[in-house]
T-cell receptor
Framework: DVKVTQSSRYLVKRTGEKVFLECVQD?????MFWYRQDPGLGLRLIYFSYDVKMKEKGDIPEGYSVSREKKERFSLILESASTNQTSMYLC???????????FGPGTRLTVL | EDQVTQSPEALRLQEGESSSLNCSYTVSGLRGLFWYRQDPGKGPEFLFT???AGEEKEKERLKATLTKKESFLHITAPKPEDSATYLC??????????FGAGTRLFVKA
């Protein structure tokens, strides 16, 4: 089975802190994605990557950056956390040419 | 602008009471419409992809259909274990996936 793991299930940070969210997949998928999920808004794409060291902005990249140094790992970075970044963050991966995205369990981030 | 709207926001059914969830979409150049299931505290799990109007897909008690403007997820004789949030998403010409807000389904025994 494809497994997508995320470093933390719950995270509490202070305003202004630098936050790292890690995502690892074990099925050699080329594509990796970061979404945030908020009530009433659905999932919104922050960044995605089609290959190592490659990144593309999604719909809401402001305040975030990403890093993909290895194929299996995709990191989301909040350079200076703000309260409006309190959300559920979901990582996903997929094979090139496949419709199916495999999601991790999510990280619920609270910024105080 | 690409958009996905799901209705209703929440649906409460008795076990065995069939119903449908709606997904209306506006997208330039539909490449695919996707249905996912999400259980509380978990990430979404893929169910179906539909590519063109008239296409249908089935899985157990679920059947997804597609027209040029909307998709329906029909649930036949639901069981309590079908309770979840069902997400609809579309991929258009921009190669990005746009998700709807979801329909929360509650099935009571």
């Amino acid at each position: 089975d494809v497994k997508v793991t995320q470093s933390s299930r719950y995270l509490v940070k202070r305003t202004g802190e630098k936050v790292f969210l890690e995502c690892v997949q074990d099925m050699d998928h080329e594509n990796m994605f970061w979404y945030r999920q908020d009530p009433g808004l659905g999932l919104r794409l922050i960044y995605f990557s089609y290959d190592v060291k490659m990144k593309e902005k999604g719909d809401i990249p402001e305040g975030y950056s990403v890093s993909r140094e290895k194929k299996e790992r995709f990191s989301l970075i909040l350079e200076s956390a703000s309260t409006n970044q309190t959300s559920m963050y979901l990582c996903a991966s997929s094979l090139i040419g496949s419709d199916e995205q495999f999601f991790g369990p999510g990280t619920r981030l609270t910024v105080l | 602008e690409d958009q996905v709207t799901q209705s209703p926001e929440a649906l409460r059914l008795q076990e065995g009471e069939s119903s449908s969830l709606n997904c209306s979409y506006t997208v330039s150049g539909l490449r695919g419409l996707f249905w996912y299931r999400q259980d509380p505290g978990k990430g979404p799990e893929f169910l179906f992809t539909l590519y063109s109007a008239g296409e249908e897909k089935e899985k157990e008690r679920l059947k997804a259909t597609l027209t040029k403007k909307e998709s329906f997820l029909h649930i036949t004789a639901p069981k309590p274990e079908d309770s979840a949030t069902y997400l609809c998403a579309v991929e258009g010409g921009g190669f990005k996936t746009i998700f709807g807000a979801g329909t929360r389904l509650f099935v009571k025994a």
